[in-house]
């Protein structure tokens, strides 16, 4: 999780989530290295139980140019589960809702398994993964993202707490079922809502 120190105020701006401070500025926080980008190996798959039985994959280029993955932009703050919230994060990239258009689910399917590079991972309700404002992000702040951030690719659910965040995002698991992912496994709450302080499977939010 994150273990820097707030430095600013907690008094600007709006309202945080329960037990949040706000952090000037923009902290990294990861788990292990930070990947090295190589194009010529890069894809982004979306498997599981698609409503075909099949997979799907694009390519660094692909994912670039495909007239088929349209572009927003969403604004959001980013809550991470240890306590801190940077804010005012201008994210751009392809809506997670238009992968859900391209790659149909099967009716089956509640969950969807965010899987990023050193095998992280991270579970999502589908209907949050469906929301308007969960985002596959290549560009921050009218940036290309750096690599501590998540280049060249990371998924931001901005309403749910930063661990639902993969960075160096390379897949989509569709799932039947839920499963727990990386933080999940040890003990975090599955759904993550911050405004909910859902930060521990048991605790806090009971
Ligand atoms: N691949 C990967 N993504 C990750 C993490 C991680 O350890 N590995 N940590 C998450 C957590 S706990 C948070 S709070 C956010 C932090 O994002 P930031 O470093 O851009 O502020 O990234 C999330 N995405
Ligand atoms: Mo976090």
Redesign the pocket.
């Given at each position: 999780?994150?273990d820097h120190r707030p430095t600013a105020s907690d008094r600007d701006g709006g309202e945080l989530p329960p037990g949040q401070r706000r952090v000037r500025g923009?902290?990294?926080?990861?788990?292990?290295p930070v990947p090295t980008f190589r194009p010529d190996r890069w894809d982004l798959r979306v498997y599981g139980a698609t409503a075909d039985a099949g997979a799907r994959a694009w390519s660094w280029p692909e994912f670039g140019s495909s007239p088929a993955l349209p572009r927003v932009t969403v604004v959001a703050d980013?809550h991470?589960?240890a306590g801190v919230t940077?804010t005012g994060h201008e994210w751009f990239g392809v809506p997670a809702a238009a992968l859900l258009e391209l790659v149909p689910p099967a009716a089956s399917v509640t969950h969807v398994m965010a899987w990023?590079?050193?095998g992280?991972s991270a579970t999502l309700r589908l209907e949050d993964f469906a929301a308007a404002t969960t985002v596959l992000a290549t560009h921050h702040g009218g940036e290309v993202l750096t690599a501590?951030?998540?280049f060249p690719l990371r998924l931001v659910v901005p309403h749910l707490y930063?661990?639902k965040?993969?960075?160096?995002l390379r897949a989509v698991e569709y799932l039947s079922e839920e499963r727990r992912g990386f933080?999940e496994e040890r003990g975090y709450h599955p759904v993550g809502d911050p405004w909910r302080a859902q930060r521990y499977a048991h605790g806090e939010d009971a």
């Amino acid at each position: 999780m994150c273990d820097h120190r707030p430095t600013a105020s907690d008094r600007d701006g709006g309202e945080l989530p329960p037990g949040q401070r706000r952090v000037r500025g923009w902290p990294v926080s990861h788990y292990g290295p930070v990947p090295t980008f190589r194009p010529d190996r890069w894809d982004l798959r979306v498997y599981g139980a698609t409503a075909d039985a099949g997979a799907r994959a694009w390519s660094w280029p692909e994912f670039g140019s495909s007239p088929a993955l349209p572009r927003v932009t969403v604004v959001a703050d980013l809550h991470c589960a240890a306590g801190v919230t940077s804010t005012g994060h201008e994210w751009f990239g392809v809506p997670a809702a238009a992968l859900l258009e391209l790659v149909p689910p099967a009716a089956s399917v509640t969950h969807v398994m965010a899987w990023a590079e050193y095998g992280y991972s991270a579970t999502l309700r589908l209907e949050d993964f469906a929301a308007a404002t969960t985002v596959l992000a290549t560009h921050h702040g009218g940036e290309v993202l750096t690599a501590e951030h998540g280049f060249p690719l990371r998924l931001v659910v901005p309403h749910l707490y930063g661990y639902k965040s993969a960075k160096w995002l390379r897949a989509v698991e569709y799932l039947s079922e839920e499963r727990r992912g990386f933080w999940e496994e040890r003990g975090y709450h599955p759904v993550g809502d911050p405004w909910r302080a859902q930060r521990y499977a048991h605790g806090e939010d009971a």
